[in-house]
């Protein structure tokens, strides 16, 4: 089982669209989370951390579930300019914060 | 401020052939990273430092050197070029007071053939 799992997608909806992520992560000594957007052949951009209480920034709304080992991260009224890839980023140890670790991503396209 | 920096944007190696990586920052952050991306993948951690004269390996170092000499830079060397280091390389810096969030620079795309 791969340390973090996401759909790869491409997830294509249409403006205004409800659409959301799910990310499992295999280590459940896991500490930290956070979703990460990148665009096309450009960097990675932090988006949001996750907590356990799960957190709301605007449209996005990340979710925390320890007991089945996942996050989510959903994004209501979806413009244009959410199209991207979407990384889940999961920090595994309760003793090292430096080493991340990256799902492979899920591409949105959010279409006029 | 700049943020992170990496230079160059492109390189074509031959299978043999060394370079480095260069990747500065200017925001005082003490902890850098490189990473690789291979395309469909997630990011991967090659090597990072937790500051000036201190480095460590991360997931898949083989094949890679780094060094940090100053808390700016942290070159990362690659000494005899193959087919599989074929990737796009990020580096990456956060504070040590600023919570985990990575600052990353716009990747360096190196091709080995």
């Known amino acids: 089982r791969k340390e973090v799992e996401q759909d790869p997608g491409p997830f294509n909806v249409p403006e205004g669209a409800t659409v959301a992520f799910n990310c499992t992560y295999s280590n459940s000594a896991s500490q930290s989370f956070f979703w990460y957007r990148q665009d096309c052949r450009k960097e990675p951009k932090l988006l949001m951390s996750v907590y356990s209480s799960g957190n709301e920034d605007g449209r996005f709304t990340a979710q925390l579930n320890r007991a089945s080992q996942y996050i989510s991260l959903l994004i209501r009224d979806s413009k244009l300019s959410d199209s991207a890839t979407y990384l889940c980023v999961v920090n595994p140890s309760p003793y090292n914060n430096n080493d991340m670790r990256f799902g492979a991503g899920t591409r949105l396209t959010v279409k006029p | 401020n700049a943020g992170v920096t990496q230079t160059p944007k492109f390189r074509i190696l031959k299978i043999g052939q060394s370079m480095t990586l260069q990747c500065t920052q200017d925001?005082?952050?003490?902890?850098m990273y490189w990473y690789r991306q291979d395309p469909g993948m997630g990011l991967k951690l090659i090597y990072y430092s937790v500051g000036a004269g201190i480095t460590d390996k991360g997931e898949v170092p083989n094949g890679y050197n780094v060094s940090r000499s100053t808390t700016e830079d942290f070159p990362l060397r690659l000494e005899l070029a193959a087919p599989s280091q074929t990737s796009v390389y990020f580096c990456a810096s956060r504070p040590v007071n600023g919570g985990e969030t990575q600052y990353f620079g716009p990747g360096t795309r190196l091709l080995v053939l």
């Open positions: 925001m005082n952050h003490n902890y």
